[in-house]
């Protein structure tokens, strides 16, 4: 399969900044490593949508929200 490319822009500021970043890395261009970090908040977001609580689940955790105080 042929990998297929598109083109995104990102300020001149975050290129350089990303650039500078990755000298010691082993990320070989900026392109590189913007894919590696998408891709690994991509696979993140998808997974938290994934995550199924029980109803037990729900209710510790608001228990616990308001042991803290953050809900009455």
């Given at each position: 399969?042929?990998?297929?490319?598109?083109?995104?822009?990102?300020?001149?500021?975050?290129?350089?900044?990303?650039?500078?970043?990755i000298v010691d890395l082993?990320?070989?261009?900026?392109?590189?490593y913007v894919n590696f970090v998408l891709s690994e908040v991509m696979n993140e977001l998808i997974s938290d949508d994934e995550i199924d609580y029980s109803e037990e689940d729900e209710e510790m955790v608001k228990e616990r929200l308001r042991a803290l105080g953050y809900m009455d």
């Open positions: 399969m042929d990998e297929k490319n598109v083109t995104v822009s990102i300020s001149k500021e975050n290129y350089d900044l990303i650039n500078n970043y082993e990320y070989d261009s900026v392109d590189d």
